[in-house]
């Protein structure tokens, strides 16, 4: 039992900390939940933060919450995804509260003008950051498939402007018929 409550509380104060400090949306998040959940508490594996980017991503919701959700949902159960969801929604929901109640000030102050743009400087890299540990992963499995999924998944979007949405779909679809593909030839070689 006292595993079970030091978890639920790591898990909070864990999600309550990368949600406090995830400024520039959700991809920022994840290279910091790589940080915590992999590298430092080994809670999960490095594959299975490329499987709850992918399902955070095509969940409806934001992907900060999706993905805190997963985590908690696989190590402590309901009770472990209510826990990373409060911890996630909490910095964003006092954050957003004090913005919209200063507004007025905020909007034409250049200090506060210059931070951000300064800021956006900092998430677009970090994002990069994020593009370049999820690629690398796909491309050091040296899977064919996948980094051909990779690569049309890629000119989809940036070539020729196919929505997200059905790129997810069709590589979700593309997936799950694979697997089934694999499994019913291992079946057929018993």
């Avoid at 993905?67 to 954050?95: M, S």
């Avoid at 070539?159 to 799950?176: D, R, S």
Wanted: proline share 2%; charged share 15%; glycine share 10%.
């Amino acid at each position: 039992m006292k595993t079970k409550k030091n978890v639920l509380w790591k898990i909070f104060i864990s999600t309550l900390y990368l949600s406090a400090f995830t400024f520039g949306g959700g991809y920022v998040i994840v290279t910091l939940m790589k940080k915590k959940f992999v590298d430092e508490y080994h809670w999960i594996e490095e594959d299975e933060m490329l499987d709850l980017v992918a399902i955070a991503q095509s969940a409806p919701g934001p992907i900060a919450v999706n993905g805190a959700i997963v985590v908690g949902f696989k190590l402590v159960g309901l009770i472990g995804a209510l826990v990373a969801i409060l911890g996630t929604i909490i910095p964003p929901f006092l954050i957003i509260s004090m913005i919209s109640v200063f507004y007025q000030a905020f909007r034409d102050n250049a200090v506060i003008s210059q931070l951000l743009q300064g800021m956006q400087a900092g998430v677009g890299a970090v994002i990069a950051s994020v593009v370049y540990d999820m690629g690398s992963g796909i491309v050091h499995s040296k899977s064919i498939v996948s980094l051909l999924i990779m690569l049309g998944a890629f000119l989809a979007s940036c070539v020729f402007g196919v929505n997200v949405v059905y790129i997810i779909l069709a590589c979700g679809l593309f997936g799950a018929l694979r697997t089934l593909l694999i499994v019913k030839k291992e079946d057929s070689g018993k």
